[in-house]
């Protein structure tokens, strides 16, 4: 997979940084007045503003008049001020529009979160440009990164042994040119904005479709089978229930048929986030740290309430699971994935009283789920490559709880079924045997333009 790589759409590409950065100058500007507005009460005025003298008259009284080069101007300021400097982006928050104050490990902080979190107080927009200035920022890296070898393609070293869970990390290497993490290319918010279509340039070689094959709701699966939720694993006999949809509804106690997108997502969110011991206050910032792309944000009130009606819903995950993990760690045993006999050895950090700290806790109960699904992903994988022959295509990539395939055109079916088979196997956890529906995907055009076959 790391000597295939990924064929790049080098003028799209182009393209979409010159539009980023098109809009980032368009920012730049808008925001001058609003800081030009509040001038007066910054500390660091010589950062935002630039003074030019000119090179010919030195702003002479009698020689500036007749100065050609400058045209009687002599000294003018330039309007310097950096989005992108954490410095002088904490002096026009926190002194010139007087903001609360936001800090880190006892640092200011400008970053993200912190400018989410300005965003009620501040009446000027300029929080909400600085945010899409930091959003513009970090699309036209990735952009950048994606930049393609002579051949057309962009790389990734995929390392087996690079994560503790057994998925393969991906990466840039120096002994790889043109490499980058083609894992972390965002899709959530490419539904924001056009230009954040990151996916959308990576493309099929000529007379190739692509083929991308999802494990569905996987590791909530697992979750299920390790926390003796029978009633669920019931439920997910039927391919037409909505989990996310039923969670949902339990949460915010409404029918089903009355909850709305956002609900939906939190439901989804939810169970991602909370099946692993995340706290209240965590799961609020996390579900607001991504809201300028999902459109969807909580108080902690309402994090706290909805934590707590999650617990109410399945009360094994606390009850059986963790408590069960918790007893593993306390006699410093192996914990050991019971579908494949695989084991992780967790030395937890531990306070004065000798109890095990709750971030070592939360990574020992997320590693059977995450590590059944990947080993299983990985095994998967391996027949793909082993009968690429047969099929007629490559393996390209593995994702988080997928693969994708690239396969001429006209044998597309054949690689669909191929997936299929190689990826929807039966798998027994704890005695219990089920099998992870494969939802597939083909595009001929881009990675980013993915419609669903199965």
Not at 179 to 185: A, F, G, K
Request: proline share 4%; charged share 25%; aromatic share 8%.
């Amino acid at each position: 997979m790391s000597a295939r790589g990924l064929c790049v759409n080098e003028p799209l590409r182009q393209e979409r940084i010159t539009a980023l950065g098109t809009e980032a100058d368009a920012i730049r500007e808008r925001v001058l007045p609003i800081v030009e507005g509040v001038k007066e009460r910054l500390r660091e005025k010589a950062l935002l503003w630039e003074t030019k003298r000119c090179t010919s008259c030195h702003n002479g009284k009698k020689k500036k008049l007749t100065c050609a080069a400058c045209g009687g101007v002599g000294k003018h300021e330039t309007f310097a001020f950096n989005l992108a400097s954490g410095r002088q982006l904490a002096d026009v928050l926190y002194n010139g529009l007087r903001l609360p104050h936001r800090s880190r490990d006892g640092h200011t902080t400008t970053d993200e979160e912190a400018l989410k979190s300005l965003l009620s107080y501040d009446k000027s927009g300029f929080v909400v440009q600085a945010l899409r200035f930091t959003k513009l920022s970090t699309m036209r890296e990735i952009y950048e990164r994606l930049a393609p070898a002579p051949d057309g393609r962009v790389r990734t070293v995929l390392n087996p042994v690079g994560t503790y869970t057994g998925r393969c990390s991906s990466s840039e290497a120096f002994y790889v040119p043109h490499s980058t993490n083609l894992q972390n290319l965002p899709a959530q918010a490419a539904l924001r904005d056009a230009l954040y279509r990151v996916r959308e340039v990576c493309v099929p070689f000529h007379g190739h479709t692509f083929v991308y094959a999802d494990l569905s709701q996987a590791e909530a699966r697992v979750a299920a089978v390790l926390s003796d939720d029978w009633a669920l694993l019931e439920r997910w006999q039927d391919p037409a229930w909505d989990l996310h949809r039923w969670t949902a509804s339990a949460i915010f106690c409404k029918p089903e048929v009355a909850i709305t997108d956002a609900e939906r997502f939190l439901g989804k969110k939810c169970r991602h986030a909370l099946n692993y011991g995340m706290g209240y206050n965590k799961f609020w910032r996390t579900v607001n740290d991504e809201a300028d792309v999902t459109g969807v944000s909580l108080s902690q009130g309402e994090a706290k309430r909805i934590r707590t009606a999650y617990h109410a819903l399945h009360p094994n995950l606390d009850g059986v699971w963790w408590n069960r993990v918790q007893a593993t760690l306390d006699k410093e045993e192996r914990i050991t994935a019971s579908h494949c006999g695989w084991s992780c050895s967790f030395w937890p950090r531990r306070d004065e009283s000798g109890t095990v700290d709750a971030e070592s806790l939360r990574a020992a109960i997320a590693w059977e789920p995450q590590h059944t699904i990947v080993h299983h992903l990985n095994e998967g994988l391996l027949r793909l490559f082993e009968s690429e022959a047969a099929w007629g295509g490559e393996v390209l990539l593995q994702g988080h709880d997928s693969v994708l395939l690239s396969v001429p055109s006209k044998r597309t079916q054949g690689a669909v079924e191929a997936a299929k088979a190689a990826l929807e196997r039966p798998l027994c956890v704890r005695g219990y045997t089920f099998t992870i529906p494969v939802e597939t995907f083909v595009s001929e055009t881009s990675w980013a333009d993915l419609r669903r076959v199965v």
